[in-house]
């Protein structure tokens, strides 16, 4: 059977009644399924009455100690806990998950070229702990992971939830067919930025290296777009990029961008 | 195989060095475990930041929307995840669970008498779902749980963690013989309060209601020992109460209380 890795991003965590419609078209998804779920603004948000200020350098955030103890409890408790009990109230038997829980996401803290990212973690892609993904999904439950993956040495590392999001569908692809999701606030790669339905139907990494030269995808679509080839190169079967609100219709191949 | 219920309580959970020392112990337990944790003073120093004011009708704490919020980011996140990520460093394959995951403990807000306690579950005990921690536990994972459960209807719930150690206690005795331990930060029941080491060897009910008509036993040693005979006489094959520097004497019976 089939399994379905959905990653969805911290905007729509953000907003209550999106994440509502959204956890319920995620309920309804029949078969084995594993949801990834971003941060969102409720942790800078709690951050600042912490008193912990946002460190950056060069633009880029720091997971500094006491940034790492906020994502810890915001990513990890608030945010992952309360997804699971919207989950459980819509029939979803969901169990959440950080990469330290079973070990499933072994990490290694980002090593210092330029910048000290602080306990930030590159996933160890070939140590994914699957056998507890495996287990889980063959008894019912739908694994609901949160963007913090495990050094392997006591301590928990904030990583990108679309990372992991590829990095669990490709190693899950050595088991199993995957499907993997991106749902986030566009409706897939925009060939105009100013226009929301300008979505391309489906992109090589050919036509991606092309429009990245030309600066029609720019930003965070680097990232985004850099996963979701990672996972397609890596043996996972399908990669969709596309709206939250659209999941039933990406799930079934008609809505979003296609990594081909 | 007898499975051990071993619940640490917040003093040990607040104490970085004895935390080490416990969770070195409790990882080299062989066979079946299961570990739940109180909450410690770090939720209220938390709270005391984000101006979440400790609310207090009659001398009991009130669990508010923004207190749940608290303890489901300090106990589910923060404390539980370091908790696991601590286990998995010493070997040990822990996974952090709430009573939402896997809808492992469904609760009901606690009826209002006198008091409306706020978002405070009282455990259905004849739902607990038992079915998830015997898969953990069958397939070599340690559950870790915090003291929060479920509302059935998309809400977590505070629960003392004491009774949550007992009703996963109780409930697993209809699976296995089930040893429940619990460590705190005395040697067991004292038959004085200010000699550490007069700790009664047994205690009955019997025994109990005398010292707590005595007032030798008193305070917070009330409901713990409540908690205690409610699991032994409920099939729990064995509960003993001790100092959590002692783990390795309590399971072998060679230190704290017995309860008979």
């Given at each position: ?95 959440g998950l950080t990469g330290a829980d079973g070990g499933v996401i072994p990490a290694h803290r980002r090593l210092v070229r330029d910048i000290d990212y602080g306990f930030v973690g590159d996933v160890n892609s070939a140590s994914i702990n699957t056998r507890l993904i495996k287990i889980l999904i063959h008894n019912g439950f739908v694994p609901v992971l949160a963007p913090l993956t495990y050094d392997g040495a006591g301590g928990l590392l904030n990583t990108n ?100």
């Amino acid at each position: 059977m089939e399994l379905q890795v959905i990653k969805v991003g911290g905007n729509i965590i953000d907003d209550e009644v999106k994440l509502a419609a959204f956890l319920k078209a995620f309920s309804t998804i029949e078969g084995y399924k594993v949801l990834v779920h971003g941060g969102g603004k409720i942790a800078s948000e709690i951050g600042i009455k912490l008193n912990i200020e946002p460190n950056y350098v060069n633009g880029r955030r720091i997971t500094d100690k006491p940034t790492l103890d906020l994502v810890t409890m915001v990513y990890g408790g608030l945010l992952n806990k309360n997804v699971v009990a919207s989950l459980q109230a819509l029939g979803c038997n969901a169990i959440g998950l950080t990469g330290a829980d079973g070990g499933v996401i072994p990490a290694h803290r980002r090593l210092v070229r330029d910048i000290d990212y602080g306990f930030v973690g590159d996933v160890n892609s070939a140590s994914i702990n699957t056998r507890l993904i495996k287990i889980l999904i063959h008894n019912g439950f739908v694994p609901v992971l949160a963007p913090l993956t495990y050094d392997g040495a006591g301590g928990l590392l904030n990583t990108n939830a679309d990372t992991i999001a590829q990095e669990i569908a490709k190693a899950m692809s050595a088991l199993m067919p995957v499907q993997l999701i991106y749902c986030f606030e566009k409706k897939g790669v925009l060939i105009d930025a100013a226009d929301d339905n300008s979505v391309i139907n489906s992109i090589s990494r050919a036509d991606f290296m092309e429009l990245r030269e030309k600066e029609i995808i720019s930003g965070g679509m680097i990232p985004k777009l850099e996963n979701a080839f990672a996972a397609i190169e890596m043996g996972v079967s399908k990669v969709i990029l596309g709206h939250a609100d659209e999941l039933p219709a990406l799930l079934t191949g008609n809505a979003g961008t296609w990594i081909v």
